[in-house]
């Protein structure tokens, strides 16, 4: 994850496609991680930040293949359910109770959902959709690797087994 919280981080362009109230959603989730990332960089550590920073770009893109008709119905399902996680107020690192850092469960489940998810036609969408400044399987791949780090051990062994009852592996 390379994304840099140094000096000011630039908006990214627009979400392509995007109405105002997804665009709206998706500008106060950026504030919220920009806020929170200044706030948080010297106790939760750079590779926490760089995650957070991430969540507001992977959330879109979970929006933008779940509305996706040219997207296969089976992969759009799956997406949605992990949407449904990202949205839901209760989950295993809850944002309301923890605040912004609540967002990192929902960040590695989404990489790994994606990750799996990406092949073949699936990729071309989730390219097209990509707001991110990395690349996209890079990304993915980064956030996974890092996800026992980022989460601590209990709370990943937890998220793993949650993944891998739905059908979907957390690699490491």
Known sequence: MSTEIDGPVPAPAPPPGADRGLLSFYDRLRTRMLDAAGRQHGRLGKPAVEAMLLVPDVFILLVRLALDRQVPAEARALIGGT????????????????????????????????????????????????????????????????????????????????LARRGVDLRD
């Open 83 to 162: 949407l449904a996680y990202f949205v839901l107020p209760v989950d295993l690192f809850p944002e309301a109770v923890v605040g912004a850092p609540g967002f990192l469960d929902d960040l590695v489940l989404a990489a790994a959902v994606l990750s799996q998810a990406l092949g073949g036609e699936l990729e071309t969408h989730a390219r097209r959709h990509w707001n991110g400044d990395q690349e996209l399987r890079q990304t993915l791949l980064d956030v996974t690797r890092s996800a026992r780090t980022l989460l601590g051990g209990n709370l990943y062994r937890r998220l793993k087994q949650t």
